[in-house]
């Protein structure tokens, strides 16, 4: 991921606030930010879809383990 700031508009009683989470983190919705930066870039898209993919696949053993997820 990179440095890049990435905007989101959250719903703040009757109106709406900006929150801005880094490139890579967490978004408001549980997501992943990703900036347009990254979105355009093949290999970035690539790396993260593949880390998704490794989550899940931890995440099925354990849970086949009996461990649940982590």
């Not at 440095?3 to 408001?28: A, L, M, W």
């Not at 354990?62 to 461990?67: E, I, N, Q, R, T």
């Amino acid at each position: 991921m990179c440095d890049n700031k990435v905007s989101f508009h959250i719903p703040h009683g009757y109106d709406y606030r900006e929150v801005f989470r880094q490139c890579g983190e967490t978004d408001p919705r549980g997501g992943r930010a990703i900036c347009e930066t990254c979105k355009k870039d093949p290999a970035v898209m690539r790396n993260i879809q593949q880390h998704e993919e490794n989550i899940a696949a931890d995440n099925d053993w354990l849970k086949s383990a009996g461990w649940g997820e982590m």
